[in-house]
């Protein structure tokens, strides 16, 4: 089985304080560590444990900046075969412009494959949409939230879905198809400095975004960037780490569940 | 015509709450709204004027791609909606992506706010730290709306009905049964203390530390998504959209964000305090008690004090 597989690289902001530039126009992330979408990196591990099984290869592709090259070399160093980056300087936000790049860069360059699989969705922008725009596009069955790969048969897979609750679906899907994976389906192999210093040997190859752009009709566009809007908040409980606590056990008190 | 096309969320005989909030944006635009629907027993109530029962089965209908065959019908009959909207769910999130593919449509998810002013949508970047203003063209527009964005704006309408067949089910993707979620040592719904510990504790060998400090509080330990994910805890700990709904007394929670999916599934807590190192964090919006800290340095004097 052929997989490929979308990786993309990310700004890590969970600790971050995060400044608006340029009156809305940009976020600034200039000081912001990145690494890889973390729902991307369970989806290399499925598709590396699937071709470990069936054999075939994995190819991780990557659109962004030259510093994307990080997360191709990270997928190889957990053991996808190639790693392919769509060159751009320019973020596209619109999620529509990216699965069509992809749609084109595919097609274009005749990239074979049995399945895609994309992460459920991008930590920053939390689109959840290239996938199923992608499979849409190329006109294949699609599943998001993948929480688990059952079977790998040669003409259909046996997955599961997560929905709410606790809640899963199975489902029979024909192979091609495109999959978007959920975090936790797997435990991510580690990666070590020395894993990755080796498949920085592994060529990568270097595509033109400019050379697959297709040219926009519809589309969304941000005009502006802005904080989230202040809804009240809460009490800080303030002063040195003794009074804090202190003042914390008064409350667990008040509300009665701990005496 | 101009209208606002909703794709109602049901599951398992049950309409889910959230379409509430796709029938307050339909109705914040001042759209004429139609709310497609399967075949079934749905308590749907007035939130459109137009209800239309799609008769096929509940599976079929939740199938983005046999949706996208009942939405050519749609539109074949109707004409093209201005909006088509899905809740932001796992059927929302999974249908309004493949819907926009499908049509050529542009797509906003996740949802949170409309300015009518500027005519932009509001969505979350970076979970919920930035939002980002979004203008969509060329076409109706299809959004996925955050769970209780727009309720507020839902209104009595008319809720004529209206019934139309189904295109025949694909077979490249078909439903084949649930899988219901493993058996709990502990029920954390029950429980009316919880110390929920998210990402924010690091790693695995700092579980025990935490679980202590629940024993010695005489609370339920939960966590957020990313440690359920990891192993660190069972997944029937895990609080949210994907995890539980909880309601306890307290809910305290220790190294967690705040993403909209877990806030769902604590929100409604009587009390929550919140310990974070990030001053920016969003859950300090929806607690009641905040306290900026490194959660270890809290954990490890709450048990000097308690003993
Ligand atoms: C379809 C879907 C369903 C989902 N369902 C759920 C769900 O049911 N439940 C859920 O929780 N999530 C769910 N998520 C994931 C959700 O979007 C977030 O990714 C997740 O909630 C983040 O968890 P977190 O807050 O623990 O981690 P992070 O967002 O990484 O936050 C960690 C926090 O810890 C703080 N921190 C770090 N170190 C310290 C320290 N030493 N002291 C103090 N603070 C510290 C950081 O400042 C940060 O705020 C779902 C996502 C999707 C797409
Ligand atoms: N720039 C990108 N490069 C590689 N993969 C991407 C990119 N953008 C999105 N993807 C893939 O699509 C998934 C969903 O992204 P999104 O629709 O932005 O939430 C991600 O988890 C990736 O697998």
């Known amino acids: 089985m052929n997989i490929l597989v979308f990786a993309k690289r990310v700004a890590a902001t969970q600790e971050e304080e995060l400044r608006i530039r340029d009156e809305g126009a940009a976020v600034d992330l200039s000081k912001v560590p990145f690494k890889i979408n973390d729902w991307d990196n369970y989806s290399v591990e499925e598709a590396v444990r699937i071709v470990e099984k069936t054999g075939g290869t994995v190819t991780a592709i990557s659109i962004g900046d030259a510093e994307s090259d990080e997360v191709l070399r990270r997928a190889i160093a957990m053991g996808a075969r190639d790693g392919f980056l769509v060159s751009s300087g320019e973020i596209f936000h619109d999620p529509g412009v990216r699965s069509r790049l992809i749609q084109n860069f595919i097609r274009k360059e005749n990239i074979p494959f049995d399945v895609i699989f994309t992460g459920v969705q991008s930590e920053d922008d939390q689109f959840g949409c290239v996938g199923g725009i992608l499979g849409a596009c190329l006109g294949l069955p699609y599943s998001s939230m993948v929480i688990g790969i059952d079977a790998v048969e040669k003409d259909h897979m046996i997955i599961r879905r997560e929905l709410e609750g606790g809640l899963q679906e199975r489902v029979k899907i024909a192979v091609p198809c495109v999959l978007s994976i959920q975090s936790g389906i797997n435990e991510p192999r580690y990666v070590s400095i020395m894993g990755i210093r080796k498949a920085s040997k592994v060529e990568r190859k270097v595509f033109q975004a400019a050379d697959y752009a297709a040219p926009a009709s519809a589309g969304i566009e941000v005009v502006r960037w802005t904080y989230p809007e202040k809804k009240g908040g809460a009490t800080m409980l303030t002063g040195e780490l003794d009074t804090v606590c202190g003042q914390l056990l008064g409350i667990l008190k008040e509300k009665g569940v701990f005496q | ?307």
Request: proline residues 4%.
């Open chain 2, 1 to 307: 015509m101009s209208y606002a096309l909703i794709i109602a969320e049901v599951r398992r005989g049950v309409f889910e709450e959230r379409n509430l909030d796709s029938a307050g944006i339909a109705a914040l635009l001042g759209k004429e709204a139609v709310m497609l629907i399967p075949d079934g027993a749905y308590e749907a109530g007035n939130i459109a004027e137009t209800v239309v029962k799609v008769k096929v089965a509940e599976e079929v209908f939740l199938n983005p791609l046999n949706l996208k065959n009942i939405l050519g019908q749609v539109f074949a009959a109707r004409g093209n909606p201005d909006l088509i909207v899905f809740t932001h769910s796992s059927f929302g999130m999974e249908s309004a992506a493949y819907t926009a593919g499908a049509f050529g449509f542009p797509v906003v998810t996740d949802v949170s706010g409309y300015d009518k002013e500027k005519g932009v949508f509001l969505k979350s970047y970076y979970s919920d730290k930035i939002f980002g203003e979004f203008k969509a063209s060329g076409g109706p527009v299809v959004i996925s709306v955050r769970s209780g964005s727009f309720k507020e704006f839902a209104v009595d309408k008319a809720a004529k009905a209206e019934e139309m067949e189904g295109a025949a089910p694909v077979e490249t993707r078909t439903f084949v049964e649930y899988v219901e979620e493993e058996k709990a040592d502990v029920d954390i719904t029950k429980a009316d203390f919880l110390l929920s510990v998210g990402r924010g504790i690091g790693s695995k060998e700092e579980i025990p530390a935490y679980e202590d400090l629940a024993g010695r509080l005489k609370a339920v330990l939960s966590g957020s998504r990313p440690v359920i994910d990891k192993m660190w805890l069972p997944k029937p700990r895990q609080v949210g959209t994907s995890g539980k709904t909880v309601r306890p007394k307290v809910y305290l929670a220790m190294g967690i964000s705040g993403a909209f999916q877990h806030i769902a599934g604590m929100k409604d807590s009587e009390c929550i305090i919140a310990v974070n190192k990030d001053t920016e964090a969003p859950i300090f919006q929806y607690a009641h008690f905040g306290i900026i800290a490194d959660i270890h340095k809290v954990r490890d004097k709450l048990k000097e004090i308690v003993g």
